[in-house]
């Protein structure tokens, strides 16, 4: 059974510019969850999809967005880049949102 | 305040040596605890689940949840050096609509 799958793996920008990350989920799993992970903060909640709805909403700026297609493979976007927002950004699914996620390998983003 | 709260050591013990790692919470309504392992350059992966109080074993890891204290913990006995890892914290409430992780412990076990 395939994992959680991210991509890029890891992916330079530039301040200003804007980016895409990819995670496909594994399969049947309806619920996509995504995660910002840094050293100072640890792991903070961005934004969770269930059935190409936005369920949950993290303390994030609406720099941040994502989306979700029928076939449960999510998106998020960053806009205008900075350089804070340099981190490892971490996919998980669920199957119905349940008690534990499984996690991608991540997209190490880094903005110079 | 945070939701969560877990020392980030790092923790360094000998091969053999009992683990004891904590986190402590605010949020009386989380229900469902969770303690999960981070090798570097990967994600996080699922060790164990408890809900609400009580004890959990598998193998040589123990979850330990102590809901009056909003205190739980991980105990791992016969530490090997590939038990090294950053072992995270996460709790979540009955409907699991987010998660709330701690910081993270980075665990070294020394052959």
């Known amino acids: 059974k395939a994992g959680v799958t991210q991509t890029p793996r890891y992916l330079i920008k530039t301040r200003g510019q804007q980016v895409t990350l990819s995670c496909s989920p594994i399969?049947?799993?309806?619920?996509v969850s995504w995660y910002q992970q840094t050293p100072g903060q640890g792991l903070q909640f961005l934004f969770e999809?269930?059935?190409?709805?936005?369920?949950n909403k993290g303390n994030f700026p609406g720099r941040f967005s994502g989306r979700q297609f029928s076939n449960s493979r999510s998106e998020m976007n960053v806009s205008t880049l900075e350089l804070g927002d340099s981190a490892l950004y971490l996919c998980a699914s669920t199957a119905q949102g349940g008690y534990g996620y499984t996690f991608g390998s991540g997209t190490r983003l880094t903005v110079v | 305040q945070k939701e969560v709260e877990q020392d980030p050591g790092p923790l360094s013990v000998p091969e053999g040596a009992i683990v004891s790692l904590n986190c402590t919470y605010s949020?009386?309504?989380?229900?469902?605890f969770m303690w999960y392992r981070q090798y570097s350059r990967k994600g996080p992966e699922l060790l164990m689940y408890t809900y609400s109080s009580g004890n959990k074993e598998d193998g040589r890891f123990t979850a330990q949840v102590d809901k009056s204290s909003k205190y739980i913990s991980l105990f791992i006995r016969d530490s090997q050096p590939s038990d090294s890892a950053t072992y995270l914290c996460a709790m979540s409430s009955y409907n699991f609509n987010k998660f709330y992780f701690g910081s993270g412990t980075k665990l070294n076990v020394k052959p």
């Open positions: 949020n009386s309504a989380f229900q469902y």
């Open positions: 999809y269930f059935s190409e709805t936005q369920r």
């Open positions: 399969s049947g799993h309806r619920s």
